[in-house]
Structure formats: structure tokens, C-alpha cells
């Protein structure tokens, strides 16, 4: 078996990347561990940045979101029983698009398989193989066969679990890690909307997130123990934890409904680095992590895959290998940018336990500050809508 392009993984990056090449006329196929109906149903974020809305669109992949998502133009902070708004779009001229990520999936894999792309799902064993010639390939088991696949290049997309980052030797390698003490207890609810834009709250209990999915359903998080259970948390205590959170003293709640989908996500920030040995290249959550605060790991995966595409389309094109070569460095300023962020709104809104009654209320003058300085909440804003310079 032969390709352009092998690429592991068919989360947003790999699928994206495949379609994206495909319609400028580059072969790639693409392996999953995973089957069809389990990507297609994992839970994940759901706010697209206008730009990769944009991308989404440009690739004709876009139609459904443009339907089915709903455009947001603020989000809000909620701090000290008061709801202040981000004016995304006055203070940016960019908007989100709220989407969920196994929507995205959805419409990547339907597009990949109308174009007749080579899309396997249930691969086992994959293996990479000289990376670091002109010649690498990939081995697999698929169907109960063994394969091997030659290709030009291989591209990681095979998220932080994935065999891809180590095949990047160790001694060339750098990790940075930061692992938060908490986690996100998540919620899935037959309700209408709280708020029509995100509400992002800081609380002495700790932090929470209203966000939607549909008129129909909303999306609803609240800090707590990573270690924790789904099961010690019954409909009743998530309702009051939410209420004592999210609702204001203007006598704005949290609107309750059936609760159909519970879970706990741990939170951590992690970058690679390099990003690409050889003929090895990594995307998305295969290199990095960041903490869903920022809402921005999708976001970070397909800007990966924009300067990969441009990459490889210099190389077949006109031989070029110079953004090949540059493509670690080019991509690393927009993850680290992402990074900072993240991070400084995962510290601004968190019960962080070790913080002193000093620092909680350094957090709430930073949420004042960021609330009413225009330059502050600019600066927010461009990192939440992805308009930065970098
Ligand atoms: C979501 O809707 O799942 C979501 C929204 C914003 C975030 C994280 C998750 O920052």
C-alpha cells in the first residue's frame, strides 16, 4: 500500500488534514483505533473560533454548522453575584460559533467518505517505521490482516495517547506539564437556554460553565475532584451547586431541566516539543493539551493543520521544503500563545486551593479589571476568538 501522506488519527486534525489535501490534489490515507460510531459520539468542547469556522467552510465541510451552530457575538463573566459581558465582536469584529466537536467529526468523516477518501476505522497495532529516511512507512492490523503503508510523510494526529509522539526520540524531545488539582464535572440537559451567550462564573465553591449545544439541550460544567464520581452526585446537589454558583442577585438563574449525560474530565496543560523528526510531523492533542477553560483545543488542532496543509501543498507543488522545516516553530507560537491563556483563565476563575484569602481576592480584581478596562478586555477577547498576532 502507498500514499502521499499516512496520517494517524481520525480525530479533527487527521480529518481535516486529509480534505483539506485531497482538494488540492494530495493522496493521504487515514488510520483509526477507534471505530466510526465511538468517534462520532464522544463528548467533547464546542466553540469554534471564527477562523476555523472559516476553514470548516472553506473546505465544504461547513453546511450544517452554519444551520445547526449558533453564532455568538459576547460571553459573560459571572463574579460576585454580577453577570459583566465581553463584547466579542465590538471589541475584535470576530464571532464564535458554538458546535459541537463530534458535529465537526461528523461532517469531516461524511465528506471524506462522499470524496471516496481512504478512511480505516478499528486499526490495530499501528507502528511507525523511518521516520527519519526518505522513506517512512506505517504498519497495522486491519480486519484481521496485517498491512504496511509507504508513504512520503507521516502526520501524528493520534491525540496524547497515541503512538505517534513517541516515536520522536526521547533525547530530542522536551515535555512541559502542568497538571491542575481539579477537574470538570460535565452535564448534558433537556432544557432551554440560561443565557443566549456563555457564562463563564467565579466562586469561593469554585468555578462553573453554562454553555449550549441546541434551543433544545445545554451544555453545563461545575470544578470539582478529578477523583471523584459521577455517582456521588445526584441530579438534586448538581442543580444546587450550579444555583449557587452561576445564579445572580439580579435574580438571573441557571434554567433546570433532565439531566441525560454526566462525566469528569481531569484538566492539564502539556506541550511537546519539537513537533515534527524527520519526516514525522505532529497535530493537535498528539503534541499539545490545554485545559478547556480557553475552549481552545480544537481550535489549536485545526491551526496546526492550516500550516501543515500549507506546508505540504509548498512541497508538491514547487519542491519547497522550507515551511516543512519551519512548521514545529511556526506552530509552537500559536500553541504557547494558547497555553498562556488558558491557563491564566483556568487561575483567574478556579477555587485554587492554594490560594490564600490574598490571592482570591487578587482574582477578583483581576475579573473586575478584565470586566471594565477596555485594553483588558480586548486582550481577552482576542485570545478567546483566536485573533492573535503570532
Ligand atoms: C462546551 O460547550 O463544551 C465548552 C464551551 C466553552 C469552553 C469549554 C467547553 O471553554
Not at 516515536?167 to 440560561?194: H, K, M, N, T
Not at 524527520?278 to 490545554?290: C, E, N, P, W, Y
Not at 501543515?308 to 509552537?332: H, I, K, P, Q
Amino acid at each position: 500500500m502507498r500514499t502521499q501522506v499516512g496520517i494517524v488519527g481520525a480525530g479533527p486534525a487527521g480529518l481535516l488534514l486529509s480534505h483539506l489535501l485531497h482538494l488540492r490534489g494530495i493522496d493521504s490515507v487515514v488510520l483509526e483505533a477507534r471505530g466510526r460510531a465511538q468517534i462520532e459520539s464522544t463528548i467533547r468542547a464546542g466553540v469554534l473560533e471564527q477562523g476555523t469556522a472559516d476553514l470548516l467552510t472553506e473546505a465544504g465541510v461547513g453546511a450544517r454548522m452554519k444551520t445547526e451552530g449558533a453564532v455568538h457575538h459576547g460571553i459573560e463573566l459571572a463574579f460576585e453575584g454580577k453577570r459583566r459581558r465581553i463584547d466579542l465582536t465590538e471589541l475584535t469584529g470576530h464571532s464564535i460559533t458554538v458546535y459541537a466537536q463530534h458535529e465537526v467529526l461528523k461532517d469531516l468523516v461524511a465528506a471524506r467518505i462522499a470524496a471516496n477518501g481512504a478512511l480505516l476505522f478499528d486499526v490495530s497495532d499501528t507502528s511507525l517505521h523511518d521516520v527519519d529516511t526518505g522513506t517512512p512507512s506505517i504498519r497495522f492490523q486491519h480486519a484481521g490482516e496485517s498491512h504496511e503503508l509507504q508513504c512520503d510523510y507521516v502526520i501524528g494526529c493520534d491525540g496524547s495517547q497515541g503512538v505517534s509522539r513517541a516515536a520522536i526520540p526521547q533525547a530530542l524531545r522536551r515535555d512541559y506539564e502542568r497538571v491542575f488539582p481539579f477537574g470538570w464535572f460535565g452535564i448534558l440537559v433537556e432544557a432551554p437556554p440560561s443565557s443566549h451567550e456563555l457564562i463563564y462564573a467565579r466562586h469561593e465553591r469554585g468555578f462553573a460553565l453554562i454553555s449550549t449545544r441546541s434551543p433544545n439541550v445545554q451544555r453545563m460544567y461545575f470544578q470539582c475532584d478529578p477523583h471523584d464520581t459521577v455517582e456521588h452526585w445526584s441530579d438534586d446537589r448538581i442543580w444546587a451547586e450550579l444555583h449557587a454558583r452561576v445564579d445572580s442577585s439580579e435574580g438571573e438563574h441557571v434554567v433546570e431541566g433532565r439531566i441525560f449525560q454526566k462525566n469528569i474530565v481531569g484538566m492539564r496543560s502539556f506541550v511537546s516539543t519539537t513537533m515534527q523528526y524527520g519526516r514525522l510531523f505532529l497535530a493537535g492533542d498528539a503534541a499539545h493539551i490545554v485545559p478547556p477553560t480557553g475552549a481552545k483545543g480544537l481550535n489549536l488542532a485545526v491551526a496546526d493543520v492550516r500550516v501543515l496543509t500549507r506546508a505540504l501543498e509548498a512541497f508538491y507543488r514547487e519542491g519547497r521544503t522550507d515551511l516543512l522545516e519551519g512548521y514545529s516553530a511556526t506552530a509552537l507560537k500559536r500553541v504557547w500563545r494558547a497555553e498562556h491563556f488558558s491557563y491564566w483563565m483556568t487561575r483567574m476563575l478556579h477555587r485554587l486551593d492554594d490560594a490564600s484569602p490574598f490571592e482570591q481576592q487578587l482574582q477578583i480584581a483581576e475579573l473586575e479589571h478584565v470586566t471594565t478596562s477596555r485594553a483588558a478586555s480586548t486582550a481577552l477577547a482576542e485570545n478567546y476568538v483566536g485573533a492573535v498576532a503570532v
